[in-house]
C-alpha cells in the first residue's frame, strides 16, 4: 500500500505535518506524498507516489528521534475492499451511490455491495477491486 496511517498528530496542523514528513522522507509534500489529517481521532493519512515510499518512510520514522519525541507512530495502512462514505443525504438512492462510485472519474471502480446507514446519514461501499476505493 502507498498510504501510511499517523496517528497521535495532535500537536500539528496540516502544513507543519508535511514538513515534519519532508524532513523524515526526503520527499516533497504534494509531489511525492499528501496528507488528510483525520482531527477527530488525532491521525493523518500519508499518501506516496510509491508504495516503495511508504514502506522506506514506516522504517525511517521508526528511527527519528522528532517522531519519536512527538510519540507519533507509523504503519502501513492496509489495503481494503470497502470505505464509509458519510454525509449522504437521506433524499439520495442506492443507484445513484452505486454510479458515483463505479464512475472511474471520481476514482472509483465496480461496486459489489452497498450498505446504507440511513441513521448515520452514511454508506458502506464494497469494491469487486481494492483499487476501485481510491
Known amino acids: 500500500s502507498p498510504s501510511v496511517a499517523l496517528e497521535n498528530v495532535q500537536h500539528f496542523n496540516a502544513k507543519c ?3 515534519l ?4 522522507s526526503g520527499l516533497i509534500a504534494h509531489d511525492d506524498f499528501r496528507v488528510e489529517m483525520i482531527p477527530e481521532i488525532n491521525a493523518a493519512v500519508a499518501t506516496f507516489t510509491e508504495s516503495t515510499d511508504a514502506e ?3 522504517k525511517k520514522c521508526a528511527e527519528n528521534k522528532r517522531i519519536k519525541k512527538f510519540k ?3 504503519r502501513l495502512l492496509e489495503v481494503t475492499h470497502s470505505i464509509k462514505a ?3 443525504p437521506a433524499s439520495v438512492s442506492m443507484d445513484y451511490i452505486t454510479v458515483y462510485f463505479e464512475s472511474t472519474r471520481n476514482g472509483g471502480g ?3 455491495d452497498i450498505q446504507l ?3 448515520e446519514h452514511s454508506a458502506i461501499i464494497t469494491f469487486c477491486d481494492p483499487k476501485g476505493n481510491a
Open 17 to 19: 505535518l508535511c514538513m
Open 21 to 24: 514528513l519532508e524532513n523524515v
Open 56 to 58: 522506506e518512510f514506516v
Open 72 to 74: 507519533i507512530t507509523a
Open 86 to 88: 458519510e454525509n449522504i
Open 110 to 112: 465496480p461496486v459489489s
Open 117 to 119: 446507514l440511513p441513521e
